[in-house]
């Protein structure tokens, strides 16, 4: 719903209704959960988005005939097509962010994730203002970079028909932008800083746990469909055994 102003309207507690900007970010909602999913949609509307909210997968696909969304917020459980099957679903046409939540806390449901695409995981309970900046966070990083020549110089490494600005967390491939994940970003961030050098895994963990670690190793699997040729044969992106990775590049 939107006034002559253009400002969108969400549904808030009782008959109250949230103004948002009709250019604000609009975020797809998806929980069986109709108390959580409500308390959600009013929270991102009261901080500046707009909002549709699903109960299941097949709700959200629908809905998404009509709208075009800039992040998903989506559960993991639900009956029927989990969240898990709904995200995969989702990447086969599109990289639009997904944040992921979740009542489990079992390390193989955030692999799972990752290995799907998703952007993010935040596991339930969880503060609403945690939500809100991760969401944030992850739409940030995916907003299309500056065209080439409109920002100011930064260092670039070169990899095959890549460029990756460190400064930015920029890649691209000719003039195309290529999008990456928050956590891709940071670790090619990290591997690009130290070009040519062996990076141990648990520099790229950022903590050295040990599922940190295995996340690790699904980022990079994800980054190589990104910018190998061959990702089964890795050229540019390769491993060191016993130690951890090396990028292959020029500055």
Same mark, same amino acid.
């Given at each position: 719903m939107t006034d002559a102003q253009g400002v969108g309207t969400v549904p808030a507690a009782g008959d109250a209704r949230i103004e948002v900007p009709d250019h604000a970010p609009h975020v797809l909602v998806v929980d069986d959960d109709r108390r959580l999913r409500d308390? !959600?949609?009013?929270?991102?509307a009261e901080n500046g988005f707009r909002v549709t909210a699903a109960a299941?997968?097949?709700e959200a696909r629908a809905k998404?005939?009509?709208?075009v969304f800039d992040a998903l917020v989506l559960d993991v459980m639900m009956p029927g097509e989990t969240g898990f099957a709904y995200a995969?679903?989702?990447?086969?046409?599109?990289? &639009?962010?997904?944040?992921?939540? &979740?009542?489990r806390t079992d390390a193989q449901d955030r692999i799972t994730g990752l290995e799907i695409g998703a952007d993010d995981y935040l596991s339930k309970p969880f503060e609403p203002r945690e939500l809100v900046l991760r969401l944030g966070n992850i739409l940030k990083r995916a907003a299309p970079a500056a065209p080439a020549g409109e920002a100011a110089p930064g260092e670039e490494i070169?990899?095959?028909? $890549?460029? $990756?600005?460190?400064?930015?967390?920029?890649l691209r491939r000719g003039d195309e932008a290529?999008?990456? &994940?928050?956590r891709e970003r940071e670790i090619? &961030? !990290?591997?690009?800083?130290?070009?040519?050098?062996?990076?141990?895994?648990?520099?790229?963990?950022?903590a050295g746990a040990a599922l940190n670690e295995r996340t690790v190793d699904v980022q990079i699997n994800r980054l190589r469909r990104k910018i190998e040729v061959d990702p089964a044969n890795p050229l540019v992106l390769q491993t060191?055994?016993?130690?951890g990775y090396r990028l292959v590049a020029e500055r």
């Amino acid at each position: 719903m939107t006034d002559a102003q253009g400002v969108g309207t969400v549904p808030a507690a009782g008959d109250a209704r949230i103004e948002v900007p009709d250019h604000a970010p609009h975020v797809l909602v998806v929980d069986d959960d109709r108390r959580l999913r409500d308390l !959600i949609s009013k929270y991102l509307a009261e901080n500046g988005f707009r909002v549709t909210a699903a109960a299941s997968a097949a709700e959200a696909r629908a809905k998404s005939e009509h709208f075009v969304f800039d992040a998903l917020v989506l559960d993991v459980m639900m009956p029927g097509e989990t969240g898990f099957a709904y995200a995969r679903a989702v990447r086969e046409t599109s990289d &639009t962010p997904i944040l992921m939540l &979740t009542a489990r806390t079992d390390a193989q449901d955030r692999i799972t994730g990752l290995e799907i695409g998703a952007d993010d995981y935040l596991s339930k309970p969880f503060e609403p203002r945690e939500l809100v900046l991760r969401l944030g966070n992850i739409l940030k990083r995916a907003a299309p970079a500056a065209p080439a020549g409109e920002a100011a110089p930064g260092e670039e490494i070169r990899f095959g028909p $890549f460029v $990756f600005r460190l400064d930015r967390g920029d890649l691209r491939r000719g003039d195309e932008a290529v999008r990456l &994940t928050e956590r891709e970003r940071e670790i090619l &961030t !990290i591997l690009g800083g130290r070009v040519n050098e062996n990076v141990p895994r648990e520099d790229l963990s950022g903590a050295g746990a040990a599922l940190n670690e295995r996340t690790v190793d699904v980022q990079i699997n994800r980054l190589r469909r990104k910018i190998e040729v061959d990702p089964a044969n890795p050229l540019v992106l390769q491993t060191v055994r016993g130690v951890g990775y090396r990028l292959v590049a020029e500055r």
